[in-house]
């Protein structure tokens, strides 16, 4: 399954949440509306989610406006404007000049509007840089250019220091660089930095900006022209999408040019434009009516009402103290940062029932640890309207904490908000019969608890940990040094009802992504070693697989968990990681499912995990349970190699590795490792192979080709395999091989078959054969085992750069 479906996937399992809570896809059941409330249910609600700020869409002079234009021009105009426009759009499309002072088309809408004008402008020799958070109508749009043979790079977002490094680097290689922005951010609110970019444009003659400045329209700027027209002096390399929705009040977009040359370019060469449905006579005329308002002296007293209300929600939201993100004095748009899904999805149930409506923002629209109640205000909204809101999101948001598993201090440092003194312990993750406790080391823990709980699930046993430790603990290099967290909530009767191992570790960021992506960047790696790559917190560890999260279910396993991730995610927080991940979780676990999903945690399908359950006694009874074909390859490519190789097993306390022999299996490891880009690592360390056989339970297994007389060994090793011996399974960890030895006597091969035999000599009834070479794998009777990983990314930006580079010409990718 690709990310793509995954996010799919994602995204149904919120809106199935929205609708069961009642917070997301409703439908509204007034015969008529007023602006203020909704009828949802049979109950009339406050409703905060309208991004009409002006309340413009209820003014009669629009409604008559579109009467008339009906009663005209009928109900729609249904011809191509490749041929032939209605009657409105030319006076529509003067007025909308007028009140931004540039040329103007009219679109269908503002997503038509970015679809319509950045291929017709943007050339193949050019270069495209997108913020981060411009709006998704935009980058939509990239797959399309980077078909043209565009290059496409993300820019963080809102930063001008690292968009500026490369123009730098980009204007003597390409003739135009284009910057993709918001003007005005539709989540938070917050606003694009307009006089440092007015500055860029003035030094960079390259530069050239496309802003989508939808929810910038109307209430700001002379004539309601929006916040970048307003504040960029100089558009010579400047084409502005507005909305003619939103605070407009009508419908439809238009695209704003520095001249008539660019505009008419737009106008004959957009496909998008051209060819789809127009904007119908209706919205035409409601578009004529709010146009002449726009330009009139009426406008500025719209605009200050509105900001009397935001002004007052800035203030009383400070009383308050209630966590607003980006509390601009100009703005419509407020963000109540909450964290958790579960913390916001508990919250804007509550005010549902309180009968107040405003949004509930979640994965994929913000970060999946950066959730909130998003409020839009209007002038349909009364200072009593607004204080009722915040007084009951005031009221209510220690509970909603707590049910998100956060205390304040965490939703602060999750949105770097300035904390604001000392605060009450209410919101307090820590539940009064449930503690979670918090180790660095195995040997901190009762280890004989440990192996009974989780010890028997993979190669996570005490012992296989406290190898790792040895080996990556206090590593010198960054990429081999892990950092263990070991995690066990009890109740009060010091019962464990949830523990597990969690590793911080740097993790390359295509780990699972296509293997012609991966190839592509270790080539810019030689050079950047750390190029797209994450420090992140993992389930389990880099190196082991297994499902190492054990749970009671006869307790309050939710709870406990909830306790336990809280503390992950701060964790998380604290070390600025960018990503939590749930490894190896059974991929049936219907219940763990749907409360991982409340927890705000999105699912991935990552590449198959194999198993060989070693029910056989004889050879003849293995072979038996094999399907005809592998039966036959294990006859005809397998056995005879069977007395190829010298077979050596070297087991903890037998001595150790010398040096060349070490440095000779750590090569063939490396063979592998530099082809395995189906998961994408960093190589293990040198010192691997020799710290395992100081400690009991680990063994390598060695394969030398034999004499033509059959009896010696050639030379050094040709293969070998390493792996961990746990109670009840045979868990092979690495392999190494000379690839010329596996095409012309089957080394691989015999390295399978010799996992296999290991496991029937040690009575083991499992062969962890995890992933990679699955179809080798089932040839020996390997089974896939259904396994899933959830995340929580805290920043998106290096999973939106892989998506570009999986999607069009190979760039450097970020800035």
Partial sequence: ?????????????????????????????????????????????????????????????????????????????????????????????????????????????????????????????DVVLLDHQVHATVQLVMPLLQRMGVRVELVRHGRLDRLESRIRELRDHHPRVWYLLDGVYSMHGDLAPMDGLAWLLSRYEALHLFVDDAHGMSWTGLHGRGHALAHLPDRDRVVVALSLNKSFGAGGGALVFADEATRLRVRRTAGPLLFSGPLQPPMLGAALASARIHLSDELPILQGELLERIRHTNARARELDLPLVHPSEIVPIRFVGLGPRLASTTMAAHLRERGLLPSCALFPAVPAHQTGIRLTLTRHHTLEDIDRLLEEMAAFLPRALEAGGVTRPEVDRAFALAPAGAR???????????????????????????????????????????????????????????????????????????????????MKDDMFSDAAVSRDLEERRRNEPFFLTSRVLMMGTPLTEGDALYL??????????????????????????????????????????????????????????????????TREEYLARLTPRARRFQRQE??????????????????????????????????????????????????????????????????????????????????????????DAYAPLVVGLDYRVVREHGAYRQSLAWMLRRAEALGLPRVLLGMGAATEKKRFGAEPVGRSVWVQARDHFHADVLALLAGGPRGRGQA
């Fill in 424 to 506: 009450s312990a209410a919101g307090a993750v820590q539940a009064s019969d449930l503690r979670c406790e918090h180790h660095l080391s195995i040997d901190e823990l009762d280890t004989e608890e440990w192996d009974r709980l989780l010890g028997g699930r993979g190669s996570f046993d005490a012992g296989a940990l406290r190898t790792l430790e040895e080996i990556f603990a206090a590593h010198q290099k960054p990429e081999h040094r892990w950092r263990f967290h070991y995690l066990r909530v009890r109740d009060g009767s010091d019962r464990t009802l949830a523990a597990t191992v969690f590793v911080e570790a740097w």
């Fill in 1 to 125: 399954m690709s990310a793509t479906s995954d996010l799919i996937d994602a995204c149904e399992a919120v809106g199935e949440l929205a609708a069961e809570l009642g917070i997301g896809l409703l439908n509204a059941e007034d015969a008529r509306l007023d602006g203020r409330t909704v009828r949802i249910d049979g109950r009339r609600l406050l409703q905060f989610a309208s991004c009409s700020t002006l309340g413009l869409e209820l003014d009669p002079r629009l409604a008559e406006g579109a009467i008339d234009a009906i009663r005209r021009f009928g109900t729609q105009f249904s011809a191509s404007r490749a041929f032939l426009s209605a009657p409105p759009y030319a006076p529509l499309e003067e007025a909308l000049g007028t009140l931004t002072g540039g040329p103007t088309i009219v679109t269908p809408s503002t997503t038509l509007a970015s679809a319509s004008a950045l291929p017709s402008l943007v050339s193949e020799r």
């Fill in 638 to 727: 397998v056995e005879p190699h069977d007395e190829s190789f010298a077979v050596r097993v070297l087991e903890a306390g037998e001595g150790e590795l010398g040096a060349g022999e070490a440095a000779h299996l750590h090569a063939l490891y490396c063979n592998v490792q530099r082809r395995s880009f189906h998961v994408n690592t960093f190589p293990l360390p040198e010192d691997f192979l020799p710290t395992l056989l100081r400690h009991p339970g680990w063994e390598i297994v060695t394969l030398t080709r034999k004499s033509d007389a059959g009896t010696e060994p050639l030379g050094r090793p040709d293969a070998f395999f390493a792996a961990r011996r746990t109670r």
């Fill in 552 to 617: 009671d279910r006869g307790g309050a396993w939710r709870e406990a968990l909830q306790l336990l991730l809280a503390r992950v995610s701060d964790l998380a927080e604290r070390a600025d990681l960018q990503l939590v991940a749930l490894r190896d979780l059974p991929a049936d676990d219907a219940e763990l499912e749907r409360w991982l999903v409340e927890l705000g945690h999105v699912r991935l399908t990552p590449p198959e995990t194999l198993v060989v359950e070693r029910t056989w006694r």
